[in-house]
């Protein structure tokens, strides 16, 4: 069984900054790729942030260039860099990530419970 368990969500002021961490667990051959989704009440799911296994980056059009994506591959864990937070940033992050655990290398996608962050004075 794999499991993501994200952390770092906190309350911060406007203009402030957080780093967020996913850590993958359990029986784990290869993890392709890992993203940041971000969710608001009464708005759909959207994409913060890629990271391919290779290190290529993508970010959400919102992202504004304050968000960095980074992931070491030897602890199974992908972080997300944020600055320059603003109350429109208030939402539940999530982690998500393609995993293959099975010897035919299958992937499978899994989702982490969510962390909230908060942005506000």
């Known amino acids: 069984q794999v499991q993501l368990a994200e952390s770092g969500g906190n309350l911060v002021q406007p203009g402030g900054s957080l780093r967020l961490s996913c850590a993958a667990s359990g029986t784990i051959l290869s993890i392709g790729d890992m993203r940041w989704y971000r969710q608001t009440p009464g708005k759909q799911r959207e994409l913060a942030a890629f990271i391919t296994k290779d290190g290529d980056a993508g970010y959400g059009d919102f992202v504004k260039g304050r968000f960095s994506i980074s992931r070491d591959n030897a602890k199974h864990t992908v972080y997300l860099q944020m600055n320059s937070l603003q109350p429109e940033d208030t939402a539940v992050y999530y982690c998500?990530?393609?995993?293959?655990?099975?010897?035919?290398?299958?992937?499978?996608?899994?989702w982490g419970q969510g962390t909230q962050v908060t942005v506000s004075s």
């Open positions: 998500n990530a393609d995993v293959a655990w099975s010897h035919d290398y299958r992937f499978w996608e899994y």
